[in-house]
C-alpha cells in the first residue's frame, strides 16, 4: 500500500552499488539538526535513532529519542551575512531495562541515556541552515526516522490496547 508507505520518515542517504559503505550514508548535519530540531522542539514528538555508536558489526539500535539540548560554541559570519556555527548537542534517549511484565513508560523503572557530540552548520545570508560537518565522523547519530501512530484495524485491534496505552 502505497500510502502506508508515506508514515514512514527516514534521514540518511542510501548508499549506491559499487560504493565502500553499505546501506545508509550517515545524514548531513544541517538536515539531522533542522529535523532534530522541528520534531523535539516544535512538534514535540520523538523519533528513533541509530547512536550507538560502540558496536562496529553493522547492527542498527534503534533508540528512542525523546529530548535535546544544543549550544553554541562558536558563531563565524562573513560580511555577505552566511556563516558558520559550531553547535555541540547532548540528545536525551530511552535506554534499556531488563525484561518485565510491569508497565515502564511514565514510572520510575524507565531509564534514560544521553549522549552528546559536535557539529558545524552552515549558514545562508537568511540564517537558514544549508549543510554541515560532523566534527568526529563516527561519533553522531548515523540513522534517524520516525513512524505515524499506526492503527491496527480488525481482527487484530485488541492490539491496539499493547501499542497504544491508556495510563
Do not use: C
Not at 563565524?76 to 534499556?96: D, F, Q
Amino acid at each position: 500500500d502505497v500510502n502506508s508507505l508515506n508514515l514512514v520518515g527516514q534521514v540518511g542517504e542510501r548508499a549506491s552499488k559499487g560504493m565502500a559503505s553499505r546501506g545508509f550514508r550517515d545524514p548531513n548535519p544541517g538536515a539531522f539538526h533542522v529535523v532534530m530540531a522541528n520534531q523535539l522542539g516544535l512538534i514535540k514528538r520523538a523519533f528513533a535513532g541509530n547512536i550507538n555508536k560502540k558496536i562496529r558489526n553493522g547492527e542498527i539500535w534503534n533508540q528512542p529519542i525523546v529530548g535535546y539540548q544544543s549550544r553554541v560554541e562558536d558563531d563565524r559570519h562573513h560580511r555577505s551575512g552566511s556563516g558558520r556555527v559550531h553547535v555541540i548537542t547532548t540528545l536525551t534517549y530511552v535506554s534499556e531495562i531488563g525484561q518485565t511484565w510491569e508497565p515502564v513508560v511514565g514510572t520510575p523503572k524507565q531509564r534514560f541515556s544521553e549522549f552528546e557530540f559536535g557539529y558545524t552548520l552552515e549558514l545562508d545570508h537568511n540564517g537558514n541552515i544549508t549543510g554541515g560537518e560532523w566534527d568526529d565522523k563516527k561519533m553522531h547519530p548515523s540513522f534517524i526516522w520516525k513512524h505515524d501512530k499506526l492503527e491496527i484495524k480488525g481482527y487484530m485491534s485488541k492490539l491496539n490496547e499493547i501499542y497504544h496505552p491508556r495510563f
